[in-house]
């Protein structure tokens, strides 16, 4: 029995935990006695006490050297997100848990602190967060991003924001201070301007409009920002490219970057029952060419090829890319964070 979409959630499936040796599932309604109370999906906060927040990254196409995640999970719940399967290591699922089940780590300030003051620590960017989003919903009540930066202002550490929503006008008063050091930048991720295709599929995120704007004001601001249109999902997002390049540009984006839909783990589960309750006409269409950019495949773990993907389709938008961004921008680029500023001891000096 088809059951009701669920309107403000992008996932519409649980997905089963390859990590769990047992689960409850509903699929064989004989073996139920009586009918399961269907779970609320108002989101939930688990609380967690790391030992610490700052995550060495290994992977050698993602552009970032270290990741500080305050958030595990995420209630944007943009259905294609990489980071869907890291939610399985909590014991959660892919799909529904992903974004209405959160880790929240409320003292990641205190240790980020303590991380800056080892003796050992050599500055070097940290990006907020490369998993899941910063400021997502949350924040908003918990600031726990807004202690992170007082932080990084307090030390005069640089750090990169990437998000896909405009909560960090909140902290602009901070940014500003960062920027003046060349201590900041912000990536704002705009996956297409169709205000229709985003409340479904990444629905709990800022509007395009909205983070065009915000572009307009951090760049008055003087605060460095980027687009990245990410995922380019073929077939559905991918000729919004162009449009989405000029109109940051002519917000005040100083660069754009972009990635390809890769449909990791389960998530290929989630996103292909999505794709089918909402765009049932173009499924096979979106589908296959995913598939052709992935080798066949929805997903490919390969560094270097991952992120863009092979063959015709990828190697149209990848051209699609530099035509765009060369026509819109230029020459213009992101400036470098400087680790020249950084203060070992914070605000406290001898002399």
């Given at each position: 029995?088809?059951k009701e979409?669920?309107?403000?959630?992008?996932s519409?499936i649980?997905t089963?935990?390859p990590?769990?040796?047992?689960?409850?599932?509903t699929?064989?309604?004989e073996g139920?006695?009586?009918?399961?109370?269907?779970?609320?999906?108002?989101?939930?906060?688990?609380y967690?006490?790391?030992?610490?927040v700052?995550?060495k990254?290994?992977?050698?196409?993602?552009?970032?050297e270290?990741?500080?995640?305050?958030?595990?999970?995420?209630?944007?719940?943009?259905?294609?997100?990489?980071?869907?399967?890291?939610h399985?290591?909590?014991?959660?699922?892919?799909?529904?848990d992903?974004e209405?089940?959160?880790?929240?780590?409320?003292?990641?300030?205190?240790?980020?602190?303590?991380?800056?003051?080892?003796?050992s620590?050599?500055?070097?960017?940290?990006v907020l967060?490369?998993?899941?989003?910063c400021?997502?919903?949350?924040?908003?009540?918990?600031?726990?991003?807004?202690?992170?930066?007082?932080?990084?202002?307090?030390?005069?550490?640089?750090?990169?924001?990437?998000?896909?929503n405009?909560?960090?006008?909140r902290?602009?008063?901070i940014?500003?201070d960062?920027?003046?050091?060349?201590?900041?930048m912000?990536?704002?991720?705009?996956?297409?301007?169709?205000?229709?295709?985003?409340?479904?599929?990444?629905?709990?995120?800022?509007?395009?409009?909205?983070?065009?704007?915000?572009?307009?004001?951090?760049?008055?601001a003087?605060?460095?920002?980027?687009?990245?249109n990410?995922?380019?999902?073929?077939?559905?997002?991918?000729?919004?490219?162009?449009?989405?390049?000029?109109?940051?540009?002519e917000?005040?984006?100083?660069?754009?970057?972009?990635?390809?839909?890769?449909l990791?783990?389960?998530?290929?589960?989630v996103?292909?029952?999505?794709?089918?309750?909402?765009?049932?006409?173009?499924?096979?269409?979106?589908?296959?060419?995913?598939?052709?950019?992935?080798?066949?495949q929805?997903?490919?773990?390969?560094?270097?090829?991952?992120?863009?993907?092979?063959g015709?389709?990828?190697?149209?938008?990848?051209?699609?890319?530099?035509?765009?961004?060369?026509?819109?921008?230029?020459?213009?680029?992101?400036?470098?964070?400087?680790?020249?500023?950084?203060?070992?001891?914070?605000n406290?000096?001898?002399?």
């Amino acid at each position: 029995m088809e059951k009701e979409y669920r309107k403000g959630r992008g996932s519409q499936i649980k997905t089963e935990n390859p990590f769990l040796a047992q689960q409850y599932v509903t699929e064989h309604i004989e073996g139920l006695d009586e009918e399961l109370i269907p779970e609320s999906l108002q989101t939930q906060i688990f609380y967690e006490t790391p030992n610490k927040v700052v995550n060495k990254v290994d992977s050698p196409d993602v552009g970032m050297e270290y990741s500080l995640n305050p958030y595990q999970g995420c209630e944007h719940g943009c259905v294609y997100c990489y980071a869907r399967t890291t939610h399985e290591y909590w014991g959660f699922n892919a799909g529904l848990d992903f974004e209405s089940k959160i880790v929240v780590k409320r003292n990641a300030p205190v240790l980020l602190e303590q991380h800056l003051l080892k003796p050992s620590w050599k500055p070097a960017p940290i990006v907020l967060s490369g998993n899941t989003d910063c400021y997502q919903p949350l924040e908003r009540k918990l600031k726990i991003t807004r202690g992170l930066l007082e932080v990084f202002a307090k030390y005069r550490h640089p750090v990169a924001i990437i998000s896909k929503n405009t909560l960090m006008l909140r902290d602009l008063d901070i940014l500003q201070d960062l920027a003046r050091d060349h201590l900041v930048m912000v990536i704002l991720s705009i996956s297409t301007l169709n205000e229709k295709l985003r409340s479904v599929m990444e629905p709990r995120t800022a509007s395009a409009i909205k983070k065009l704007k915000a572009i307009e004001k951090m760049s008055a601001a003087g605060i460095p920002v980027m687009v990245m249109n990410a995922p380019v999902i073929p077939g559905l997002t991918h000729h919004e490219m162009p449009e989405v390049i000029k109109r940051a540009a002519e917000h005040g984006a100083l660069s754009a970057g972009y990635t390809m839909v890769r449909l990791n783990g389960l998530i290929a589960r989630v996103f292909e029952d999505w794709l089918k309750k909402n765009f049932p006409d173009r499924f096979n269409k979106v589908w296959h060419q995913v598939q052709e950019a992935h080798g066949g495949q929805v997903n490919d773990s390969v560094f270097g090829r991952r992120m863009r993907g092979e063959g015709s389709i990828a190697e149209i938008i990848n051209q699609l890319f530099h035509q765009s961004r060369n026509r819109y921008m230029g020459e213009t680029q992101m400036p470098p964070l400087d680790t020249t500023k950084f203060r070992r001891r914070g605000n406290y000096q001898l002399f």
